[in-house]
């Protein structure tokens, strides 16, 4: 898999969020794929983002912190501020399943925040690497290859919360 960050464009600083130098170090292609995400989902777009400000719903681009192999340290992931699980299935889906945009995506209990990226699928399986994961309030994450899989799991926890 490329990595980006490998290409002239190592950012020295960590950068736990995201902020506008990180997320220009940012694939271009990803970038303008989250744009058609975020469009079709609803969020507020400012097309200019790239260059003047983060908006407020990218919580996470590019960072050198993280697990061994986050697809953040290799500018190749987003995290996106949508609120709760369903919501963030529903995006998951929309990006992954639907749009075919990105690869692979995380969806967590305990934040209001999913997870999207493209990381090449034989590259993170490599690493032991799952296409879909579910962390629970727990923070146990949970793997899955297929979205329908990840989509009845997470139904079945909203079921035992909403029960
Ligand atoms: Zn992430």
């Not at 794929?33 to 260059?51: C, E, Q, Y």
């Not at 990218?58 to 697809?71: D, F, H, K, N």
């Not at 995290?79 to 889906?93: E, P």
Request: glycine share 6%; charged share 20%; hydrophobic share 40%.
């Amino acid at each position: 898999m490329k990595n980006y960050a490998e290409l002239g464009h190592q950012r020295i600083t960590e950068a736990p969020i995201a902020d506008i130098e990180s997320v220009k170090l940012l694939e271009p292609q990803n970038l303008l794929s989250l744009g058609v995400v975020v469009d079709r989902f609803g969020l507020v777009t400012n097309a200019l983002f790239i260059k003047n400000a983060v908006p407020d719903w990218l919580s996470s681009g590019y960072r050198t912190t993280g697990r061994q192999y986050s697809a953040h340290k290799f500018c190749q992931a987003f995290d996106v501020k949508v609120g709760g699980i369903i919501k963030q299935l529903t995006f998951v889906k929309l990006a992954i399943q639907e749009l075919k945009l990105f690869n692979r995506g995380g969806v967590y209990h305990n934040y209001t925040s999913c997870h999207i990226d493209n990381c090449g699928i034989n590259w993170m399986a490599k690493h032991n690497g799952a296409k879909f994961w579910f962390a629970d309030k727990n923070n146990k994450y949970h793997y899955f290859m297929l979205y329908e899989d990840l989509e009845n799991h997470i139904k079945n926890v909203v079921n035992v919360i909403n029960n």
